[in-house]
Every structure is written in structure tokens, then in C-alpha cells.
């Protein structure tokens, strides 16, 4: 039941759809309708607000951790991998917006730091350096949430892991598009509008 319950909780935090919003509120219409057509903070950059990208950023990684961290305190240590996942899943599959959303990427970064810290920030820190020498922000996505499962074998425990792995297999479905541009040579850059 406390893992049901977890799950729950990720998923209603996680469906939050922040980037669509915030640019909203801010007068810029639909975010759905520009560049990729996701709600996350690299989309949200395209409307050439920074400041809302930021935001965004910083509200999806928000939720993630958020269902974390409080379902490890309501519910135990092992419902907060599950709820960090679901969170995840909430993103992508937003029930509000037609079960579509975003890539999960904050939102998977925010719930690795609230399950360990020291295994989110360091995959926060590959995604900044890949994102430095690349600037590609699916690549810095796709090498960091690869190197998540390492970085919580070694710092955390199996169960930080396994949510590691989870995340990262979503991730990676839902990049599918962006890993065949990468392929092709025509994956956009950081701030290039499409």
C-alpha cells in the first residue's frame, strides 16, 4: 500500500506541467506549440526567455526531488525510489495535457538528488560538462542518465539504483527522436531555435 501510495504522489507532482505554466502566465501562449513541442526548460528556452527556462529548471527538478523526499518521510525509504520514478512518468505522461509532457530530464535529475545527493549532482555535473563541449542538451541528457546507474552503484544503495536504471530507460524512450538527429548529424544546439 505505501508503495501504491508513493506512486500516487510521484505522479501528481510529477504531472505538474511548469513550463507550460509558466509561459503562459507570462503571456507567450502555448509551449506545445514552438520547437519540440515539449513543456520542459530546453523548449521553454526557445521562446528566448531565460529566465522562464530557468524557472522551469528549477520547478521540474523541484518536483522530482519533492516526491522523493516526501514519500521517503511519509512512507518509508523504500517508497521514495518509487515515487521518484513515478514523478518521472508524471512528467512524461502529463494525464492534463493528453498523457504528453516532457523528456523527464530535470525531473529525473531533481528525484536522483533527493533519493542521493551525491549520485544526482554528479550527474548534474556530467550533463553541464557534455553540455559545455557539446552544447546539445539531449546529448548532455542521454550521456548523464547513462552514467547514473555507475554513480549510484558506487555512492548509493541498490535501490537508489534500480531508480537510476528506470529513469534512465525512460529517458531514453523518450529521446528516441532526438537520438536519431543525433545520428543523422541535425540535433539542434543549446539555445538554436527550430
Same mark, same amino acid.
Given at each position: ?10 505522479? $501528481? ?53 519533492? #516526491? ?10 523504500? $517508497? #521514495? ?20 509532457? *516532457?523528456? @523527464?530530464?530535470?525531473?529525473?535529475? *531533481?528525484?536522483?538528488? @533527493? ?6 549532482? !554528479? ?40 531508480? #537510476?536504471?528506470?529513469? !534512465? ?21 543549446? *539555445?538554436?531555435?527550430?
Amino acid at each position: 500500500m505505501s508503495l501504491a501510495l508513493a506512486a500516487l504522489l510521484g505522479l $501528481a507532482l510529477g504531472s505538474i506541467p511548469f513550463g507550460l505554466l509558466l509561459t503562459r502566465a507570462a503571456g507567450l501562449g502555448d509551449v506545445r506549440r514552438i520547437g519540440s513541442g515539449n513543456i520542459g526548460a530546453t523548449n521553454v528556452l526557445r521562446t528566448g526567455r531565460k529566465d522562464l527556462a530557468a524557472a522551469t529548471l528549477l520547478l521540474d527538478g523541484g518536483k522530482g526531488a519533492a #516526491a522523493v523526499l516526501l514519500a521517503g518521510a511519509w512512507l518509508g525509504p523504500l $517508497a #521514495a525510489p518509487v515515487a521518484g520514478v513515478a514523478a518521472v512518468v508524471g512528467h512524461m505522461f502529463t494525464p492534463w495535457l493528453g498523457f504528453a509532457g *516532457g523528456k @523527464g530530464v530535470a525531473t529525473g535529475l *531533481g528525484a536522483l538528488i @533527493g533519493a542521493a545527493w551525491p549520485v544526482g549532482l !554528479a550527474a548534474c555535473a556530467t550533463w553541464l560538462a557534455v553540455a559545455a563541449v557539446a552544447r546539445i542538451s539531449s546529448l548532455a541528457a542521454l550521456v548523464s542518465f547513462a552514467a547514473a546507474p555507475l554513480y549510484a552503484a558506487a555512492l548509493a544503495d541498490r535501490w537508489t539504483a534500480a531508480a #537510476a536504471v528506470a529513469i !534512465a530507460a525512460l529517458v531514453y524512450v523518450r529521446h528516441a527522436g532526438n537520438i536519431r538527429r543525433l545520428r543523422a548529424g541535425t540535433e539542434p544546439r543549446i *539555445g538554436e531555435r527550430r
